[in-house]
Nanobody, 122 residues
Framework: QVQLVESGGGLVQAGGSLRLSCAAS????????MGWFRQAPGKEREFVAA??????NYVYSVKGRFTISRYNAKNTAYLQMNSLKPGDTAVYYC?????????????????WGQGTQITVAT
C-alpha cells in the first residue's frame, strides 16, 4: 500500500518561507516522479512542481521562488517555498507518478497525500 504524508504547512507572513515534506512508503519512491499540486478554495487543483530522476518542472507563477527536490535515501520529496505571496494560499498536495514521467496533469498521478494547508498573510 503506497502512502504519501505531507508535513510542514502552516501560517506565514507574505515574503516568508516554508518547506513542505512528503514522506513516501510502499516501495515506489525510487522509480516514481513526484509532484506538488495546490488547491485554493473554489478553484481547481493546479500543478505546482514536479521532479523525476533527471529533471524538474514548475508552473510559471512559482519559478524562481519554489524549489522541488528529493532525497531518495529517505523516500522524501520537498518543496522549498520562498518569497511567499497571499496568492500562494492553498491546500498543497504531494503526488506520485509511478512511471517516473515528469507530468503536470492531475489525472497522470497515481497516488496522493492528504494535503497540508498553507496560509500566507498580508
Amino acid at each position: 500500500q503506497v502512502q504519501l504524508v505531507e508535513s510542514g504547512g502552516g501560517l506565514v507572513q507574505a515574503g516568508g518561507s516554508l518547506r513542505l515534506s512528503c514522506a513516501a512508503s510502499g516501495g515506489l519512491f525510487s522509480t516514481a516522479a513526484m509532484g506538488w499540486f495546490r488547491q485554493a478554495p473554489g478553484k481547481e487543483r493546479e500543478f505546482v512542481a514536479a521532479i523525476s530522476w533527471r529533471a524538474t518542472n514548475y508552473v510559471y507563477s512559482v519559478k524562481g521562488r519554489f524549489t522541488i527536490s528529493r532525497y531518495n535515501a529517505k523516500n522524501t520529496a520537498y518543496l522549498q517555498m520562498n518569497s511567499l505571496k497571499p496568492g500562494d494560499t492553498a491546500v498543497y498536495y504531494c503526488a506520485a507518478e509511478q512511471g517516473g514521467r515528469l507530468s503536470s496533469g492531475v489525472s497522470e498521478y497515481d497516488y496522493w497525500g492528504q494535503g497540508t494547508q498553507i496560509t500566507v498573510a498580508t
